[in-house]
Antibody, heavy 116, light 110 residues
Framework: QVQLVQSGAEVKKTGASVKVSCEAS????????IYWMRQAPGQGLEWMGW????????KYSQKFQGRVSLTRDISASTAFMELSSLIFEDTAVYYC?????????WGQGTTVTVSS | QSALTQPASVSGSPGQSITISCAGT?????????VSWYQQLPGKAPKVMVY???ARPSGVSNRFSGSKSGNTASLTISGLQAEDEADYYC??????????FGTGTRVTVL
């Protein structure tokens, strides 16, 4: 079945970077964009950007422009989200999702905690 | 890009129908028929309930229906059940090739 599996929880210091992976299975990875969202504790969903695995095309939310980088490894059917210059407010659950029938398949989420 | 506007909470009794609104602009909701709705249970990843304004994924109950008029989209849940108690988010593609989510609505079954 179609599945997205994300990497495990991370604890980072302010100013550091974090890289979250999202491994796809059960379909042809190149065929569907991967979207990235986050959800701070008790808050709503926030879109960060998307990547088209087939050609590497990306689009970022203006809020994260310059601080987020979306990449992919087609041979490993894996997408990556790297967020730099972390601040306390980046503490959140980060999700990847496959575009197709809306965001039809989601990863399980990766908790990123930023502390001093 | 500002978040789409949803009511903070909506409630109803079992068996009733409720409607959640999602107000946007001509640059997002009003621009394309790419509005989707997500249900999120506590501690879980969101689940798509409606996409492309009114399409329903296989496995989603036909009690969930979507519509759009101008710059406002709506999700209606008919025959409300206890299991429908959750947070709901709308989402729209925009003219800038970005995506914007709604502010979220907590649905309570009385």
């Amino acid at each position: 079945q179609v599945q997205l599996v994300q990497s495990g929880a991370e604890v980072k210091k302010t100013g550091a970077s974090v890289k979250v992976s999202c491994e796809a299975s059960g379909y042809t990875f190149s065929n569907n964009e991967i979207y990235w969202m986050r959800q701070a504790p008790g808050q709503g969903l926030e879109w960060m950007g998307w990547i088209s695995p087939g050609n590497g095309d990306t689009k970022y939310s203006q809020k994260f422009q310059g601080r987020v980088s979306l990449t992919r490894d087609i041979s490993a059917s894996t997408a990556f989200m790297e967020l730099s210059s972390l601040i306390f407010e980046d503490t959140a659950v980060y999700y990847c999702a496959r575009n197709g029938g809306g965001l039809g398949v989601w990863g399980q989420g990766t908790t990123v905690t930023v502390s001093s | 890009q500002s978040a789409l506007t949803q009511p903070a909470s909506v409630s109803g009794s079992p068996g009733q129908s409720i409607t959640i609104s999602c107000a946007g602009t001509s640059s997002d909701v009003g621009a394309y028929n790419y509005v989707s709705w997500y249900q999120q249970l506590p501690g879980k990843a969101p689940k798509v309930m409606v996409y492309d304004v009114s399409a329903r994924p296989s496995g989603v109950s036909n009690r969930f229906s979507g519509s759009k008029s101008g710059n406002t989209a709506s999700l209606t849940i008919s025959g409300l059940q206890a299991e429908d108690e959750a947070d709901y988010y709308c989402c729209s593609y925009t003219r800038s090739r970005t995506v914007v989510f709604g502010t979220g609505t907590r649905v309570t079954v009385l």
